[in-house]
T-cell receptor, first 114, second 115 residues
């Protein structure tokens, strides 16, 4: 099946700086890549997603880029704020017999210092 | 999401006991999922179901069982065969059906501990 690697596992930035989290995937047929944010003790929430027919997508301070050739995608958060502190998970879609499921990375703990 | 309800929020299991975690959704979603979350391990898929009366094993199905008798319900049973059940369990759903690869929406989770 698909294998998703996520780096770094922890990331600390100063308020106002940018944060970048990177994920790689193994199956070139994966075509859907969501990002989730999970605050302490809460449910994961979708913050942005991208499909393989698009190279970049933005939503205010958040952007995701996808490089299909290299099989990696990244989350970019600009002008970080303390409330951005959370665990972020990337995921990639399955295909064939695993169509409909997601493969998650292990998560990145982002801390934004005021 | 308010449309996915997991209960109970906290659950304690005794040795040799089976326990069942409830997951109900009123989003009219076809697909439902169960994940286990341990510190540093991300979200690991236990079972998923894309349609009523059908389900597939995920990556860590051993010691767990599920049923999908109704579209809105996908209960997870943690059996006594699961020797390390202490974890945070998350249920999710997505619209799927004829539109695969859609966002998954999560419940608030159930934290299971061993007595």
């Amino acid at each position: 099946g698909e294998n998703v690697e996520q780096h770094p596992s922890t990331l600390s930035v100063q308020e106002g700086d940018s944060a970048v989290i990177k994920c790689t995937y193994s199956d070139s047929a994966s075509n859907y890549f969501p990002w989730y944010k999970q605050e302490l003790g809460k449910r994961p929430q979708l913050i942005i997603d991208i499909r393989s027919n698009v190279g970049e997508k933005k939503d205010q301070r958040i952007a995701v880029t996808l490089n299909k050739t290299a099989k990696h995608f990244s989350l970019h958060i600009t002008e970080t704020q303390p409330e951005d502190s959370a665990v972020y998970f990337c995921a990639a879609s399955g295909r064939g017999s695993t169509l409909g499921r997601l493969y998650f990375g292990r998560g990145t703990q982002l801390t934004v210092w005021p | 999401d308010g449309g996915i309800t997991q209960s109970p929020k906290y659950l304690f299991r005794k040795e040799g006991q089976n326990v069942t975690l409830s997951c109900e959704q009123n989003l009219n979603h076809d697909a439902m999922y169960w994940y286990r979350q341990d510190p540093g391990q991300g979200l690991r898929l236990i079972y998923y179901s894309q349609i009523v009366n059908d389900f597939q094993k995920g990556d860590i199905a051993e010691g767990y069982s599920v049923s999908r008798e109704k579209k809105e319900s996908f209960p997870l049973t943690v059996t006594s065969a699961q020797k390390n059940p202490t974890a945070f369990y998350l249920c999710a759903s997505s619209i799927e059906g004829t539109h695969p690869n859609q966002p998954q929406h999560f419940g608030d989770g159930t934290r299971l501990s061993i007595l």
